[in-house]
């Protein structure tokens, strides 16, 4: 009988899942795109039925009738988007939209509010992270504050990620990874719930089993089995947070090691021998007791290129990046801020905005597409540059996502940063990490195995150094040259949806 492990990741713009042997071998793959909710500025969403349970539910199934004759479902592991809080009933019944991770920043006034409270460098060592709209506790005060009537009713929370475990065995839990994400209610020194502040900022909720990610939780219950078409009593895995299935996915694994993934948000993980908190970095527990990891978070990148070929009328990413790639490095003087959807780290600014500076007639579209990519790499040069200073070392990068795909994106970020990037054989994301998780969790490989295979190389242009060294200056003046100015235009922005909502 042979033996399959089913990963499903549930992300901000689409699911994906596989179907791998103990080997890594993929033998299916599917995929499902679904849409995300921006209701107000500042604010992010996804309906857990119809985006997080129905993508589980259409990739499992298809999955499960790919593996039916051809050998078992050995395990199973789901991971997601996080940190999410999904407020839910007694019974895990969702009682309002999953309110997402760092993108959705509504909750300014609690992490203030939280930061005064607890204190900013108490918060930070026991931590492991200052308060952003990264973190969950700020969000569940949120809640509580401005919609009284769903607190009322709320018991439990949930991510991606463990409400897709709930659905499939009935069980509370969240992997020690994810709750170290839930500041400031995790202590990182015990690894356990820091009890005493989750009970102020949450007064009667239950808080979740914590589980490292490979750990079985639970079974298939008979309902999920029926839904799903994964057996009955099918050990099911705690999962984990999106990305960190996705830099286990890669090898990523040893101090020294950092992944960039590149999608709609572009995000960085590191992996350190000894965390040192750091204002301007997220601190974190890693998959296994006793790992850590200093994390990073741009709030766009793909969502740029995104936003720009709607503005162009939809033309295939492959024709603009043609187009981008004639154009020479520096984009003919245009220097671009990132920040169109505010900004997390080194940042945490949800007020700052998008800039475009040195405009002439004679720029079209190829050159704003090339300015994007390149501000995407400015702003990972300046994430790369406050880890080192917080006690990471990058001595090498993993590039991984769908922004790898094609070159010119890591070729300018490598330029930009003057580092050489890894791009690895498999690249199909965090559901191949949740399906080595699900091997590790049953026993058919050891902890420590590494599926992943170096495909290619991206290396440096030493031609482009001295200019994107000038650009990168340029580009770290003009946040704090026009921050002021951009304030004023996000409350702006903010008074103006505020009178289309009444």
Known sequence: MVDFLL?????????????????????????REHALSLPRPGWAE??????????????????????????????????????????????????????????????DFEIEDLTQRYGEDTILQRCGSALTSQAVGPKLLWLSRNEPEVWAKTRRFF??????????TGE????????????????????????????????????????????????????????????VGTPVMAGTIDAWAESLSVGVQAPGDTMLMYGTTMFII???????????????????????????????SGALTGWLRTLAGGPPFEELLGEAAAIPAGSDGLVALPYFAGERTPLYDPRA???????TLRHGRAHLYRALLESIGYGVRHILETLEAAGGASRRLIAVGGGTRGGLWAQIVS??????????????????????????????????????????VVQPTESSRALYEELYSIYRSLYPAT????????????????????
């Not at 991510?159 to 499939?168: D, E, N, P, Q, T």
């Not at 690249?427 to 992943?452: F, K």
């Not at 921050?483 to 009444?502: G, M, P, V």
Request: charged content about 20%.
């Open 415 to 456: 330029d930009v940063t003057d580092q050489p990037q890894e791009i690895p054989a498999e690249t199909i994301g965090a559901c191949y990490g949740d399906a080595l998780l699900a091997a590790q969790g049953v026993g058919l490989v050891s902890a420590g195995t590494n599926w992943a295979r170096v495909a290619s």
């Open 159 to 168: 991510m991606a990620s463990s409400f897709i475990v709930h659905r499939l």
């Open 270 to 300: 590191d992996v350190v021998a000894a965390l040192r908190p750091h204002r301007s970095m997220w601190g974190t527990t890693g998959l296994v007791p006793g790992s850590r990891c200093l994390a990073a978070g741009m709030a766009t």
């Open 46 to 107: 996804h309906d857990p039925e119809t985006v997080w349970w129905a993508d589980a539910l259409s990739i499992s199934r298809e999955l499960a009738a790919a593996a039916a004759g051809e050998g078992r479902i050995a395990g199973v592991c789901v991971s997601g988007i996080g940190p999410c809080l999904l407020p839910t009933d007694a019974e895990g019944r969702p009682l309002r939209p999953a309110i997402l991770y760092g993108i959705d920043s509504r909750a």
């Open 7 to 31: 990963g499903i990741d549930i992300g901000t713009s689409g699911s994906k899942g596989v179907l791998a042997r103990p080997d890594g071998t993929i033998v299916a793959r599917s995929q």
């Open 172 to 231: 509370y839990a969240l992997d020690h990874h994810s709750a170290s994400q839930c500041d400031p209610m995790y202590d990182m020194a015990t690894e356990t719930w820091a009890a005493d502040w989750a009970a102020e900022i949450a007064p009667g909720l239950e808080l979740p089993a914590l589980h490292w990610a490979a750990d079985v939780v639970g079974r298939v219950t008979t309902d999920a089995a029926a839904s799903t078409g994964i057996p």
């Open 353 to 359: 905005r998008g800039l475009i500076l040195g405009l």
């Open 483 to 502: 921050k002021e100015q951009a304030h004023a235009l996000a409350r702006i922005q903010s008074d103006s949806t505020a009178s289309d909502l009444n």
